[in-house]
């Protein structure tokens, strides 16, 4: 299965009943496995999380640490990209040439790398002394 098809897939399964807006994320990583997400609302609103980290959440949780390509789709006008956090969340597992790929229900597409998302990541280089 596509990562296309495995976003689209799991986005049918989110959990939006205050917002209506279903997102679905997939995540290839190095050794070719999949791991997918969807957004998971909550009625105290900042505790719902979000489909990235749910993909995330599933490698880390197989072992997997090293993310090579990522697809997110959402039912809107325009591809909707990742939110700052999970920006940061996908950075920490992605090199900064990997694409992300971001997709409407419609098909209309936007890709960018990880780099181009997040120019400047705080990464492990800043906690480090010298």
């Known amino acids: 299965m596509?990562?296309?098809?495995?976003?689209?897939?799991?986005?049918?399964?989110?959990?939006?009943?205050?917002?209506?807006?279903k997102v679905g994320a997939a995540l290839r990583t190095a050794s070719g496995a999949v791991f997918s997400g969807c957004n998971v609302e909550n009625v105290a609103y900042p505790e719902g999380t979000c489909a990235e980290a749910g993909a995330i959440a599933a490698m880390a949780a197989a072992g997997e640490?090293?993310?090579?390509?990522?697809v997110v789709i959402a039912d809107a006008p325009t591809p909707v990209t990742p939110c700052g956090g999970c920006r940061q969340k996908l950075a920490e597992f992605c090199a900064g040439e990997v694409e992300v790929t971001m997709m409407t229900t419609d098909g209309a597409k936007l890709v960018m790398t990880m780099s181009d998302l997040l120019p400047g990541a705080f990464g492990v280089e800043h906690m480090e002394r010298t």
């Open 2 to 21: 596509s990562l296309q098809e495995a976003a689209r897939r799991v986005r049918e399964n989110a959990h939006a009943p205050y917002s209506n807006f």
């Open 65 to 70: 640490r090293d993310i090579t390509e990522v």
